[in-house]
């Protein structure tokens, strides 16, 4: 699994690749996004368009970086999720938790009209 953590005006985006599949990618997503909130970063995206596999570690960590960024009254959405992921979200019932954007670009656009 490999994360990317970029910056834009008002808001973060974390693209996750691969697979989440283990605890200590979990772990590390909680520290990312921790460090995010943190620093006052509080408006999240998380990039799931090259996310191949995710397992109950991954959708305990999605449900954390949630929990993280609405306790500090945030906001984050989660985009480009695939077909297999979605279905797991589906099972779970957190896509009637979780705002979930189409692509990247939408999520970003969503944002961006907020701030105007």
């Known amino acids: 699994?490999?994360?990317?953590?970029k910056h834009d005006i008002g808001f973060s985006?974390?693209?996750?690749?691969?697979?989440?599949?283990s605890e200590g990618e979990q772990g590390e997503l909680r520290k990312?996004?921790?460090?995010?909130?943190?620093q006052g970063k509080t408006r999240l995206i998380?990039?799931?368009?090259n996310l191949k596999h995710i397992?109950?570690?991954?959708?305990?960590a999605l449900v954390c970086a949630f929990t993280s960024v609405r306790r500090a009254k945030g906001d984050i959405r989660f985009a480009g999720v695939?077909?297999?992921v979605e279905e797991l979200l589906k099972i779970t019932q957190l896509?009637?938790?979780?705002k979930i954007s189409p692509t990247?670009?939408?999520a970003i656009a969503e944002y961006r009209s907020l701030m105007h």
Not at 1 to 5: A, D, E, I, T
Not at 46 to 49: M, S
Not at 55 to 60: A, D, P, R, T, Y
Not at 95 to 98: L, P
């Open 13 to 21: 985006i974390i693209s996750l690749e691969g697979d989440f599949l």
């Open 55 to 60: 397992n109950s570690c991954g959708l305990g």
């Open 46 to 49: 998380i990039d799931l368009t």
């Open 95 to 98: 896509t009637m938790i979780f």
């Open 82 to 84: 695939g077909p297999s």
């Open 1 to 5: 699994m490999q994360f990317n953590v």
């Open 104 to 106: 990247i670009e939408h």
């Open 32 to 38: 990312k996004v921790r460090a995010l909130v943190d």
